[in-house]
C-alpha cells in the first residue's frame, strides 16, 4: 500500500514561490513514477508535473515549463514541487499522486495512489 501526504500550500502573491511537499511510504519499485496534478474549481484534474523515482527524468505540462521544478529525496522518500513566478491561474489544490508502473506519463488514469491535496492560493 501506498500514502502519499502534501504540505506545504498557502496564500502567495503573484510572482511569488512556494514549495509544496508530497511524503511518500511504501516500497519505492511500488511507486515508480511520482506525480502533481492541480485541479481550480469547477476545472478537471490536470497534470502539472512527474518524475521517475530511479532515473529522476522529469516531465512538464507546457503552463508550468520554466516555473515549476520537480524533485525527489530517496532519503526522505519524498517528492518536491518548487514553484516559481506563481500567477493567480496557478490557484488550485494541488495533488501528489503515485504510478505503479514505470515510465513518466501525464495521463491522470495511469496513476493508482493520491493524497489529500494542499490548497494554493496565488493573488493578484
Known amino acids: 500500500q501506498v500514502q502519499l501526504v502534501e504540505s506545504g500550500g498557502g496564500l502567495v502573491q503573484a510572482g511569488g514561490s512556494l514549495r509544496l511537499s508530497c511524503a511518500a511510504s511504501?516500497?519505492?519499485?511500488?511507486?515508480?513514477?511520482m506525480g502533481w496534478f492541480r485541479q481550480a474549481p469547477g476545472n478537471e484534474r490536470e497534470f502539472v508535473g512527474a518524475?521517475?523515482?530511479?532515473?529522476?527524468?522529469?516531465l512538464y505540462a507546457d503552463s508550468v515549463k520554466g516555473r515549476f521544478t520537480i524533485s525527489r529525496d530517496t532519503i526522505k522518500n519524498r517528492v518536491y514541487l518548487q514553484m516559481n513566478s506563481l500567477r493567480p491561474e496557478d490557484t488550485a489544490v494541488y495533488y501528489c499522486?503515485?504510478?505503479?508502473?514505470?515510465?513518466?506519463?501525464?495521463?491522470?488514469?495511469?496513476?493508482?495512489?493520491w493524497g489529500q491535496g494542499t490548497q494554493v492560493t496565488v493573488s493578484s
Open positions: 518524475i521517475d523515482w530511479s532515473s529522476g527524468a522529469v
Open positions: 499522486a503515485a504510478d505503479i508502473s514505470p515510465g513518466v506519463t501525464d495521463v491522470r488514469g495511469n496513476y493508482d495512489y
Open positions: 511504501g516500497r519505492t519499485f511500488m511507486r515508480p513514477v
